[in-house]
């Protein structure tokens, strides 16, 4: 069946780093553009990063430029975001979308918190 796995969030400090991944699976990865969001307590789910199907092309909201990268590697059906200089401000829960013309697939998330 159709899954997409989000991992790699947890607690980190102020100004640390993590990588986050979606393990993609029943379905052909390389037809999808991804994208990364997140929602925070309270708040809507907002965009982080979309990447096309190829991986040519990446685009960010203002707010998200210079500290996050998205970044793909189709042969391993998986995407990937690294999130630098991370703010408390940056904690919430993190999806992974998979999305073309005819589907749209979704994560379960996972949580990242930024606290000292």
């Known amino acids: 069946q159709v899954q997409l796995v989000e991992s790699g969030g947890g607690l980190v400090q102020p100004g640390g780093s993590l990588r986050l991944s979606c393990a993609a699976s029943?379905?052909?990865?390389?037809?999808?553009?991804v994208s990364w969001y997140r929602q925070a307590p309270g708040k809507e789910r907002e965009l982080v990063a979309h990447?096309?199907?190829?991986?040519?092309?990446?685009n960010y909201p203002d707010s998200m430029k210079g500290r996050f990268t998205i970044s793909r590697d189709n042969a391993k059906n998986t995407a990937y975001l690294q999130m630098n200089s991370l703010k408390p401000e940056d904690t919430a829960v993190y999806y992974c979308?998979?999305?073309?013309?005819?589907?749209?697939?979704w994560g379960r998330g996972t949580q990242v918190t930024v606290s000292s």
């Open positions: 029943g379905f052909i990865f390389s037809n999808y553009a």
């Open positions: 990447i096309t199907k190829t991986g040519g092309t990446t």
């Open positions: 979308n998979a999305r073309n013309t005819f589907n749209d697939y």
